[in-house]
């Protein structure tokens, strides 16, 4: 208790810098894997995929990051039986960002495919079963975290299976492909919309203070969604049929109606990635806050505050402000065989995986969704050239990230445990 | 720190640009022929080397594009349509430039006549089979097309007529070496012997021509039935 009243601002202030700069390694990095896609396919230059990036990265952090947050925060470690000793959390969750943080670098110098998410969780899974006790391990919460990443690469390559199957039924095979992509891309608009908004509204929401019955949330999200389809179907109006180009390729102008679509899925997806990533970054630190606001009591039931959630939007945005820039434009040049009407079709169903997760508190990776989806549009014959290889690569950073990353913060646990006693 | 992303590894080059462009690349060969024939006809062998070794510069570019498709095609690939498939069709499209650089070669290593009464219907002959040929080129325009669609039944139809009238042509070339056959036979007698055989050889290599660009329209419609 002692340690927690001499040195617990410091606490405080050490994790706000490990996770503001686990928050930037993430806006600088992972953000370019959850909008690469869109920079690709070239429905959004460089430049606007980072001014979109910032604002829903943002909003997805601030409004509906506070379910994986509080997964990471207290989901897997059982921080009632930690009552006796509150600061060997303290120290668990400072080796963890330190871990992740070191653990990234290291990966990301090396060109290592490494995901953030399982970092972190491999972290501290690691020093709550070794510095700690096996027991205090939440291994039925651990076990439906771990399962989570592969129904979700999984559920999002069957979602945007059936996407691009619609696509193709209602768009691509008909006699007028233009006419009917003007007339069903608003509706594909509108449930990017509504997803978005129904999982913030009935998940989100009460991190921020606001508490809405499911009636009330089903309806404001129609309404939301409607708005954004008018201003869809707006933007609609400006594309024109591009003979010139048509000549060429006759399917020239049906993508450009896409690609307006493109930045509506963009925006989801970001939104998406905020809500589940940040939480990597905030998750730990939101747990140290806990500990030391109410001196040394770990109350599980306590709410998070909400500056947080804000620092780690931040730190996000300040790292797409400082990286972003080069990495994405790096991806965006290695993504060019993904035409907007498959990118699209990736990112929604990526971005309602994601986001469905974070409504549910599972903290997955939004590289590896994607990765899914991207393969579910390739199933439906919508890619031409596909590196299968990759899917190998994804279970071995699995298998190399999550014990590195738990190796590293019980290195670091039984430091900071040695120096503060 | 921009770490190698799953995401970048994913994508692999696509094949349908580089497909379309070699078969443009092995159908200018083909029409080149036109023009050496047209000069060699009028015995100016010099003017016709000139033309050949245009002709088999391009064969040598379209040589280097197939190998840079086939470099670009590791069978860890995932693809809409089998990529034995593709290769194959590669294959044959190759063949169309080498069949045109072998006519241009015969004609040239003879410093072939074409006897006076049989010119117009050869020129003609030597038309159609390259009119074969632009058809299956046209039916690979549509490569693109049927990508983008993921293979659409509309796509597909649609295809399927470009080889319809790719069959009909090479029909139409088919009769016409018959032609040519029959009214060589009937000068054959006025002229050097092994001339009119390496005549007879020239024809056939012309059939074959439109045989080959027939075939790169079969390896297409495999590529379709599924």
């Known amino acids: ?421 | 720190m921009a770490a190698d992303s799953p995401l970048m590894a994913l994508f692999g080059r696509s094949p349908v640009k580089p497909m379309q462009e070699h078969m443009q690349k092995a159908h200018a060969c083909v029409v080149r022929l036109i023009d050496f024939y047209d000069v060699a006809a009028t015995g100016d062998y010099q003017a016709a080397e000139a033309i050949r070794q245009d002709i088999a510069k391009l064969e040598g570019e379209a040589d280097r594009m197939k190998k840079d498709i086939r470099m670009h095609l590791p069978n860890s690939l995932f693809m809409p349509v089998p990529r034995s498939d593709l290769l194959e069709l590669l294959t044959h499209q190759d063949k169309l430039a080498n069949r045109a650089k072998d006519i241009a070669g015969v004609m040239l290593g003879r410093e072939m006549t074409i006897p006076n009464p049989i010119q117009p219907l050869m020129r003609e002959y030597l038309e159609s089979s390259i009119n074969t040929s632009q058809k299956a080129a046209d039916a690979l325009a549509e490569l693109d097309e049927l990508f983008e669609t993921g293979f659409s039944s509309r796509e597909i139809k649609l295809v399927s007529g470009l080889l319809n009238d790719l069959d009909d042509q090479e029909h139409r070339a088919d009769e016409l070496e018959i032609r040519v056959r029959r009214a060589l036979r009937a000068v054959e007698k006025d002229y050097p012997p092994i001339d009119v055989m390496f005549l007879y050889r020239v024809i056939e290599l012309i059939g074959d021509l439109a045989d080959v660009a027939q075939r790169v329209g079969s390896r297409l419609q495999i590529l379709l039935a599924r």
């Open chain 1, 1 to 421: 208790m002692t340690v927690i009243a001499e040195y617990g601002q410091w606490f405080v202030l050490l994790a706000c810098l490990f996770g503001f700069f686990m928050a930037w390694g993430v806006g600088a990095n992972d953000v370019a894997n959850a909008m690469g896609t869109s920079v690709g396919s070239r429905a959004l230059t460089v430049k606007q995929a980072i001014i979109i990036a910032m604002v829903f990265e943002f909003a997805g952090a601030y409004l509906a990051g506070g379910e994986v947050t509080g997964t990471i925060r207290k989901g897997i470690i059982d921080a009632n039986v930690m009552a006796g000793s509150p600061e060997l959390l303290i120290y668990g969750m400072m080796s963890s960002l330190l871990a992740a943080a070191i653990w990234l670098v290291i990966a990301s110098m090396m060109g290592w495919p490494v995901s953030t998410t399982h970092t972190i969780v491999g972290a501290i899974v690691g020093f709550a079963a070794v510095g700690i006790g096996v027991e205090y391990v939440q291994w039925g919460k651990v076990t439906s975290i771990v399962m989570s990443w592969v129904v979700s690469p999984v559920l999002a390559g069957t979602l945007a299976f059936f996407i691009f199957r619609s696509v193709h039924k209602l768009i691509l095979n008909t006699d007028d492909p233009f006419g009917n992509a003007k007339r069903f891309v608003p509706g594909y608009m509108f449930l990017t919309a509504f997803m978005i908004t129904m999982v913030t509204f009935t998940k989100g929401l009460k991190h921020v203070g606001v508490g809405l019955s499911f009636g009330e949330s089903v309806l404001i999200s129609v309404a939301v969604s409607f708005a954004v389809m008018l201003l869809g179907i707006a933007l609609l109006k400006r594309v024109k049929i591009d003979e010139e180009a048509d000549r060429h390729f006759r399917f020239a102008s049906v993508e450009k109606v896409f690609a307006i679509l493109m930045i509506f899925t963009a925006c989801a997806m970001a939104f998406a990635h905020g809500s589940n990533d940040v939480a990597n970054a905030v998750g730990p630190l939101a747990a140290i806050i806990n500990v030391v606001a109410n001196q040394g009591n770990i109350l599980a039931e306590s709410a998070m505050p909400a500056w947080v959630l804000l620092l780690g939007g931040g730190g996000i945005v300040v790292g797409l402000a400082t990286f972003g820039y080069k990495v994405m434009g790096t991806i965006g040049r290695k993504i060019t065989e993904l035409t907007p009407s498959r990118g699209f079709a990736a990112e929604l169903a990526a971005a309602t995986t994601v986001v469905l997760a974070s409504g549910t508190g599972l903290p997955i990776s939004t590289t590896h969704t994607l990765v899914g989806a991207v393969l579910g549009v390739g199933m439906a014959r919508g890619i031409s050239a596909l590196n299968l290889r990759v899917v190998g690569t994804i279970f071995a950073s699995w298998i190399v990230t999550l014990p590195a990353g738990a190796f590293l913060a019980i290195i670091f646990f039984f430091m900071f445990k040695g120096i503060f006693g």
